[in-house]
């Protein structure tokens, strides 16, 4: 538990002079309780001077003279005074406001500081948290979910802001406190405050019973908030299917069912921290009871008086909170370890995809890319038998126009991650100009790849800010150039806004077809050497398909490019076709040689010219759209 609080700790480490404040506050307001109680038992023993009281400077007899004499001095003077001057009496009782407002006073700052440091310390958690998650490679995220990621990086970290305000404040004030004030007790009447505290160990028993299971729970606890964040962001993003398959009830059944298994472990973390405070109550009234049973069995001369009695009642009511306090810290850091694991963890998780020690440059215009001996799957399981690639061995000249064919799942679309490094092969290697991807940077190597892919990526952002991603930076008169390119500037036009419409998430507020003319703009203004289509006009009717065809066969002259295409009448003109069948190339050629063949791709291309797919109906002649999507 120690270990956990200095790691903990360590991460307002920037922030340690206010740390430093806060404790020093704390351990301040800490005293301030035992002086607030002495104060008025002194100021009452002042103004209704017992009988046969022991004097203040009788009861120094350890201490040295001076000390004595002075405190005998005092006692006098505020005798007298009290006795002569009314406003003395008054300037007496006004001690006890006073102190309650430093003691308030130190509370808050203590507080203050404390939280100060907290919030900042977990915002710094959270960024790096964020950070570490957006290293982290495609293959982490096709695993992890959003509602489970969002919780970790909101909700657990929060309850390490809880320990850093609240369960610190409790370490340093309430101990100060507690030992002060039995100091204080013991020191004015021992007999009486030993006779209240015998029962106290009693207390300890509930406390450790009920704080067995709590970081198991809290564990819990913390998984059942992030299913349910699962559920909901599936629900919220997925919520025109839901709609269309009224599956309404289905979604809300689920989220019921998670929402009520959180219950019982929640309702074990109450009982756990609500239990010790009342039990404590009890057994400090039993004690209480005890002392005045103790009173009434002595003689009437050796009863103590009223004084020590209102401190020793003051003194242990005073102690109530911080004991309850104390009792509850255990839960509380139990709760919280719970919760930072979960965070540590994530913060821990290596990328798959390392970024090499020593980067080589990379120069994309102009090179070759050579994909040698490449096999790749998903999972990799060492004895997979079979891989969604299987020795690929294919070199794109520069400046070439590859086109990849291939029934559906047959690997085209993860050929493509693998040249922008969102996944390593198992085997083989993918060069480009001869290097070796795996030993450039991944930002580099992905500055000079520009794809273009099935579905569209939009922000909910202006039309403007999703075009200039391409290339952050870029003028206005760039984005309109880029726009009218991929043909989208009339249609941007014609929306109420302009450039600064809002897309709304994902683009839900335009067309397919519109999406996909803004990833292309997107694509053209970031210029890059090498570009990857995949299926990029699939969207798009005949006509503005053509048009966006022309704009990209502009756009490829000069660059190297792998085009994915489902629709083989449309890559006819591409200087090199190659055919994936179930991972592996079956054929490659250009569509001359490929039809001499009388493989694959003639019987694909056969089959596609006899039964032109729905979205072809358009054009008459479905090969001459000569698109490359
Ligand atoms: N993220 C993924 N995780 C696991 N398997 C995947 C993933 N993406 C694709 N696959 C599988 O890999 C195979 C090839 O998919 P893909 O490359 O997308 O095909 P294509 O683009 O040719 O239609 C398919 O069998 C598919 O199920
Ligand atoms: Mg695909």
Redesign the pocket.
């Known amino acids: 538990m120690f270990k956990f609080l200095l790691k903990v700790w360590g991460l307002a480490r920037p922030y340690r002079g206010r740390v430093a404040l806060g404790v020093v506050t704390g351990v301040i307001a800490g005293l301030m309780e035992p002086i607030m109680i002495a104060t008025v038992a002194f100021v009452y023993g002042v103004i209704f001077p017992a009988a046969g009281a022991p004097s203040l400077a009788s009861q120094l007899k350890a201490a040295p003279e001076f000390v004595q004499s002075w405190a005998r001095a005092a006692e006098q003077a505020l005798a007298a005074g009290v006795q002569t001057h009314p406003g003395a009496v008054v300037l007496l009782v006004a001690f006890i406001p006073l102190v309650m407002l430093l003691r308030g006073l130190f509370g808050y700052l203590n507080m203050y500081f404390l939280q100060w440091a907290a919030i900042r310390a977990v915002t710094d958690l959270r960024v790096r948290l964020f950070e570490h998650l957006m290293k982290l490679s495609?293959?982490f995220f096709?695993r992890a979910n959003t509602g489970e990621l969002m919780s970790r990086v909101m909700s657990d970290t929060a309850t390490l802001q809880y320990i850093l305000s609240f369960a610190t404040a409790v370490i340093v004030k309430d101990p100060v406190l507690l030992v002060g004030m039995l100091s204080l007790l013991l020191w004015r009447s021992t007999k009486i405050t030993l006779i209240s505290m015998v029962v106290m160990p009693v207390c300890m028993f509930p406390i450790v019973i009920y704080n067995r299971k709590v970081r198991r729970s809290s564990r819990a606890l913390q998984t059942h908030v992030a299913e349910l964040g699962t559920v909901m962001a599936e629900s919220f993003t997925g919520n025109r299917v839901i709609k269309a398959y009224n599956l309404e009830s289905t979604v809300v059944d689920q989220f019921r069912a998670t929402a009520r298994r959180f219950i019982s472990h929640y309702m074990r973390i109450i009982r756990s921290a609500e239990i010790p405070g009342p039990m404590l109550e009890f057994v400090g009234a039993i004690g209480i009871a005890l002392v005045l049973f103790y009173l009434m069995s002595q003689q009437a001369g050796n009863r103590p008086d009223a004084k020590k009695l209102l401190l020793v009642i003051g003194g242990i009511f005073a102690m109530y909170k911080p004991l309850k306090n104390v009792a509850k810290l255990y839960n509380s850091i139990e709760q919280a370890r719970a919760a930072s694991e979960r965070v540590f963890d994530l913060l821990a998780t290596q990328n798959s995809i390392p970024e090499p020690a020593q980067p080589k440059p990379l120069r994309a215009a102009g090179a070759a890319i050579e994909f040698q001996n490449v096999s790749f799957?998903?999972?990799a399981k060492p004895d997979d038998a079979r891989p969604?690639?299987r020795g690929i061995q294919l070199a794109v000249k520069p400046g070439q126009l590859v086109a990849?064919v291939?029934?559906?799942?047959?690997?085209?679309?993860?050929?493509?991650?693998l040249l922008l490094r969102f996944y390593d092969p198992q085997e083989g290697a993918i060069r480009i100009g001869g290097t070796d991807i795996r030993e450039v940077a991944t930002r580099d190597l992905r500055d000079q790849i520009a794809i273009v892919t099935?579905e569209t990526v939009l922000f909910n952002e202006s039309i403007r800010r999703n075009i200039e991603l391409g290339r952050p930076g870029s003028s206005q008169d760039q984005i309109i150039e880029a726009a009218k390119n991929a043909y989208a500037h009339d249609f941007i036009m014609e929306k109420p806004s302009g450039y600064d419409t809002v897309v709304g998430e994902k683009g839900a507020m335009l067309s397919g077809g519109q999406r996909q003319r803004l990833a292309i703009a997107r694509a053209i203004l970031k210029n890059a050497p090498i570009l990857v289509l995949?299926?990029a006009t699939n969207a798009l009717d005949a006509e503005s398909e053509q048009a966006v065809q022309a704009a990209l066969d502009r756009l490829m002259i000069g660059r190297t490019t792998i085009c994915?295409a489902h629709r083989l009448s449309t890559i006819q003109k591409a200087d090199l076709i190659v055919v994936?069948d179930q991972?592996q190339i079956v054929e490659t050629g250009t569509h001359a040689e490929l039809m001499e063949r009388q493989g694959i791709y003639r019987r694909l291309y056969e089959l596609h010219s006899e039964t032109p797919s729905p979205r072809d109906r358009g054009s008459a002649d479905a090969s001459s759209a000569g698109s490359c999507g």
């Open positions: 495609a293959g096709n799957s998903y999972d969604v690639l990849l291939g029934s559906s799942g047959s690997g085209k679309t993860t050929l493509s991650n099935q995949d299926e994915i994936l991972g």
